[in-house]
């Protein structure tokens, strides 16, 4: 299986190389973030709870993710392989990834980090306000709150990947093409 961990900070454009690599690679693309989404608006149980963190900025908790992550895994069970969107987001839920992996006699191939500083970032972010209609990409506070979360509990994920020599770092600034063409070498050098 080739499993690939897409990860930067909001806005980095994780959803959108997501659409190149799905192309490309036939792996099912499994985006907490949509998931997240797709119950809010069903107005779930799982919804609910989790649009009170999300219109904070605030991640959800880390046992309500892996749970709907591991439901996620085991309804496709004859994938190829998996891109995580978004996920894992805290050292826990990258422990728990491990687990699930193994269980499936299979493991991370690599993690993907799109690179982009803090001022790109927002600019990206207001005008994807936009065309979204998300409500945490329309309010500047609750952007920097996604931002101050991303440094202090997600970015440390990528350490956890480097420690296994599992990471790449892709320079998330550019033309859509040339960024996917980027990501595509990285991946392919790893195979
Ligand atoms: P995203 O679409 O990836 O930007 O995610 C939108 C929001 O969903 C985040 O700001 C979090 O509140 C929540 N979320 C998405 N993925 C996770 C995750 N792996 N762990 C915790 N919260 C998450």
Same mark, same amino acid.
């Given at each position: ?20 690599? !799905? ?9 907490? &973030? +949509?998931?997240?989404?797709?119950? /809010? $608006? ?11 963190? !999300?219109? $904070?900025? @605030?991640? #959800? ?24 969107? &978004? ?10 990834? %491990? ?22 970032? $927002? @600019?990206?972010?207001? =005008? ?8 945490? +990409?329309? %309010?500047? =506070?609750?952007? @920097? ?5 991303? @440094? ?15 990471? $790449?770092? #892709? +320079?998330?600034?550019?033309? /859509?093409? +040339? /960024? ?6 990285? /991946?392919?050098?790893?195979?």
């Amino acid at each position: 299986m080739l499993n690939i961990v897409l990860f930067g900070p909001p806005g980095a454009g994780k959803g959108t190389q997501s659409e190149k690599m !799905i192309e490309k690679y036939s792996l099912i693309h499994l985006s907490t &973030g +949509d998931i997240f989404r797709k119950n /809010i $608006k069903e107005e779930s149980e799982l919804g609910k709870l989790a649009k009170s963190y !999300i219109d $904070k900025g @605030q991640l #959800v908790p880390d046992e309500v993710t892996i749970n709907m992550l591991k439901q996620e895994v085991n309804n496709h069970s004859n994938a190829k392989g998996f891109i995580f969107d &978004g996920f894992p987001r805290t050292n826990k839920q990258a422990e728990a990834l %491990d687990t699930l992996l193994k269980e499936l006699n299979t493991e991370v191939t690599l993690m993907v980090s799109l690179e982009v500083e803090e001022n790109e970032l $927002k @600019q990206r972010l207001i =005008k994807r306000a936009e065309l979204s209609g998300r409500s945490d +990409d329309a %309010d500047p =506070k609750i952007i @920097q709150n996604r931002i101050v979360v991303y @440094q202090k509990e997600t970015a440390p994920v990528k350490e956890y990947y480097h420690n296994q020599g599992k990471l $790449k770092s #892709v +320079d998330g600034i550019g033309s /859509i093409d +040339d /960024i996917s063409s980027n990501i595509f070498k990285s /991946i392919d050098n790893f195979l």
